[in-house]
């Protein structure tokens, strides 16, 4: 018995200090006139990084774990792999740490938003499947991640992240129901790093360079 | 990744998934979506009989990428278990679970619907009951359930537990589309019965019955406490109740020592170990005991 509460205080410890850090960097995005997603804070100087389909046409509204509510500024957008890229005004922010590799089938993995509104709710699962999906746009196939953690309205732009903490993905999609499909890491961290290579290395998000908004 | 406890939890369910998902392969059987199978000897391959719309033209794609050419082998309905046999041998044999399965234990349930590669989803064990009429004619002693999501295309694979060994076979083809696990001692038992056979055999005696209240007076002769008993209304000509002079109007009580009140009961005691041998069956004749040796036959599939 004593071994066993041990157990299950270690296994508490773990899990505690993995959704601490996760729920600091979560944020709300607010795009749309109606209903919210979730984001991340990519970088400690503001970048956050959600799902395209969150942001809508009015000026997103970014809400940190702290209730500061600050206007974001869209950096850049891909539909194909529905990411956008937002900056914010604020510094020392607490970021995520993604992924090296795709997660393994039967992985556990966490999701982390907002469903139905609820804020900074967590489901977990495994990663199910690494199904292939065609795009419509120029790159052709993509791995995805498919989970069973149940995913809800408001989990869109939020983290899937693997048991060390780390971000194997993007909460994107439910389908059928009970079938929740995030985008991978990488793709996350090739959007970012090449939307920033457009607008130059010097990353200075109090100054808006017009080239880089879409 | 840094480690602790979750990671290696973690790390031990992937393990498990990609150990048992060596030996779940794909079966294609059907015009719709494929299903699931496991892999029961070298060249033979255990999945759900509901997925096997054909007896040609079977392939079946391995967890390594070949895609092997099948035959139907034998079939069993009521349980909804079909084997195949390979046109060459592949590897990686699933390894049955030693323990039955615990309620609240963890498990995987894995599918390989489509040629992307293996699936799963985690659950644990929710339920184990049993018996359920399966409406096939079929009995399944007991099932499990569990709380895991059994996406489509996952019927004839594996639920495993923590360390990838085989729980059960996972089928939605036998509780009108409910999924539902086949413990893996019942899914050998039938495995082991169509490689050697082609078919399960099950007991037969050749009487019709129908369930009947025992009058009190009745009861205090049988010196037991049981209401309600099998009264036979058709005997089959030449049939092992035939031969042993088992007649229209006795009422049957029991088998082998223990009482039967429906025929389901009946049913569960008439399994093949009970093939040929002479089994004591207890009547009410005339309201009187009686026990007559019935040589149980083989029921023709």
């Not at chain 2, 082609?198 to 010196?223: D, F, T």
């Not at chain 2, 009970?274 to 089994?279: E, L, S």
Request: proline share 6%; no cysteine.
């Amino acid at each position: 018995m004593k071994d066993f509460l041990n157990f299950s205080g270690t296994l508490r410890g773990a899990l505690d200090e993995l959704v601490q850090r996760i729920q600091s960097s979560l944020v709300v995005v607010r795009g749309h006139r109606f209903g919210a997603g979730a984001g991340i804070i990519w970088d400690s100087s503001g970048l956050i990084l959600t799902n395209h389909h969150v942001i809508g046409k009015h000026t997103p509204v970014v809400l940190l774990q702290d209730d500061r509510e600050l206007e974001a500024r869209l950096v850049a957008q891909d539909e194909e792999v529905d990411l956008a890229l937002l900056a914010v005004e604020a510094a020392d922010l607490a970021s995520v740490q993604p992924a090296p590799s795709l997660p393994r089938v039967g992985e556990m993995v966490f999701a982390f938003g907002h469903p139905w509104g609820q804020r900074g709710y967590v489901s977990s699962g495994i990663v199910s499947a690494l199904p292939t999906a065609q795009t419509r746009g120029t790159r052709g196939s993509l791995t995805l991640i498919r989970t069973d953690a149940p995913l809800a309205p408001g989990n869109s732009g939020g983290p899937l992240v693997n048991g060390a903490g780390e971000v194997v993905g993007i909460n994107a999609m439910i389908v059928g129901g009970d079938q929740s499909i995030a985008i991978p890491v990488s793709l996350a961290r090739e959007f970012v790093q090449n939307a920033l290579s457009a607008r130059g290395p010097a990353h200075t998000p109090d100054r808006p360079d017009p080239k880089g908004v879409i | 990744m840094a480690k602790n406890v979750l990671v290696e939890l973690s790390e031990a369910l992937a393990s498990a998934a990609e150990q048992a998902g060596a030996a779940t392969v794909l079966v294609n059987a059907r015009r719709r979506l494929p299903g699931s199978g496991i892999v029961y000897g070298a060249d033979l391959i255990l999945t759900a009989d509901h997925i096997v719309e054909r007896e040609e033209d079977i392939t079946v794609l391995a967890a390594d990428g070949t895609e092997i050419a099948a035959k139907l082998a034998g079939r069993d309905p009521g349980s909804d278990l079909a084997l195949l046999r390979l046109e060459k041998a592949t590897s990686a044999t699933a390894e049955p679970a030693s323990e039955p399965a615990r309620i609240g234990q963890i498990a995987l349930v894995l599918g390989r619907p489509s040629a992307e590669g293996l699936q799963a989803s985690l659950g644990v064990v929710s339920a184990i009951a049993g018996p359920v009429r399966t409406g096939r004619g079929g009995m399944l002693e007991r099932y499990i359930r569990t709380d895991a999501i059994s996406y489509p295309g996952f019927s004839g694979g594996p639920l495993v537990d923590a360390s990838g060994k085989v729980l059960g076979i996972n089928t939605s083809g036998l509780a009108r589309g409910m999924p539902l696990t086949i413990p893996a001692d019942l899914a050998w038992q039938v495995a082991d019965s169509l490689a050697a056979h082609g078919h399960v055999l099950r007991g037969y005696l050749g009487i019709r019955s129908q369930p009947v209240e025992i009058p009190a007076a009745a009861q205090k002769a049988l010196k037991r406490e049981q209401e309600v008993g099998l009264l036979i209304v058709g005997v089959e000509a030449d049939s092992p109740a035939f031969t042993a002079d088992l007649m229209v109007g006795d009422i049957l009580v029991g088998i082998a020592g223990s009482p039967v009140t429906n025929s389901d009961e009946l049913y569960s005691h008439l399994n093949e170990e009970r093939i040929g041998k002479a089994t004591p069956i207890e009547l009410l004749r005339a309201g009187q005991p009686k026990t007559v040796k019935v040589t149980v036959g083989e029921r023709k599939p």
